[in-house]
């Protein structure tokens, strides 16, 4: 669809809506977090407000988008309406977290997310695969037409261009790599520490590969599902933990790491009061990677236990982030002539 074509059906746009770990604290955040029959509501509720004529959701634990073509110039607040009613926020509360692009910034944001420069792990490759999932989930509910498909999947080029051209995502930057680094941190090779791994979806199973590969041995593995469970622990060569046996078993370890999904903490000060009183002496450390989040805050607060979350953990693997700046501007500069070419070819507005 060319330029001349669009602008004889109107002025048709694309609009940004959303909040991620740039514009929310993780305690906000985690209110976003929503699952498969939230998201397919959420799209339903989209189909009331005609003029978004093409729609994207992108929803992670670290961000929630909407990406829209629209010929409405207020577009944009029509978004934010939708959204600050569908997570049970008031409109003007809901401004303070969120952001809103349009044209060609829009188009630049969305190319910088599916590359990983603008995840809070720079680099990280998961966000690639979770756009891609979006995609297709919008594909099925048939939300996507032509225009967002074509901006979609110059993303994608977008960011294999990054993978290729540049050493930004080398090292396999990720979260269960980076919890792993600090664990060795920690307690120095973690050969045979005694680790609590809670959680068997995406994240928990790149942590538990992480582990293996810095040669980890005294792994257990837990959670609802018990053949799950069963099934990572015997990949990695560690036991599982039946997960009606989690809270008494809490004091047998050194390092519990929890990255399950959950509406509410899994954990709570009670539970980790009594695991420390049956380990004197000995320091207890939680990596939390969930969102919303699996352990209480006020965990933190207990004498000889040490809680750090997904904001710690960020602050910690980006320490050495200045040595590659130069290469993320590189590769901004990039994708920003990319985004400008493209949004000219779809007679997108360029501010």
Sequence with gaps: MTG??????????IYLCGSNHRSATLEIREKFSITGDRIKTFYD?????????????????????????SPNPSASDLMEDLMSDFYSFDRQEFSHHNFKKKGAQAVRHLFEVSAGLDSQLIGETEIFGQVKESYQYAKKLSTVGPLLHRVVQKSFQASKWVRTHTSIGRGHVSIGNVAVDLASRI??????????????GKVGRLTAKALRSHGAS?????GRTKKKAEDLAQEINGQSLPFSRLNSSLHEFDIIISSASVRKSLLGK????????????????????????????????????????????????NQNLRARMIEVERCKKVLDERADSLSRSLGICLS
């Design 4 to 13: 001349a074509s669009m602008s004889k059906k109107g002025s048709l746009n």
């Design 187 to 200: 307690f120095g090779p973690i050969r045979t520490t005694n680790i609590l791994l809670i959680g068997t």
């Design 45 to 69: 509720q989209l189909k009331n407000i005609g003029s978004l004529q093409e729609n994207l959701f992108l929803n992670t634990c670290n961000r929630v988008e909407l990406y829209s073509i």
């Design 218 to 222: 005294a792994v257990t593995v837990t």
């Design 270 to 317: 009670r539970e980790l009061a009594q695991a420390i009183r049956e380990r004197p002496l000995k320091p207890l450390f939680l990596i939390d990677l969930g969102v919303p989040r699996n352990f209480e805050a006020e965990t933190g607060t207990i004498e000889n236990v040490y809680l750090y979350n997904l904001d710690d953990l960020t602050e910690i693997a």
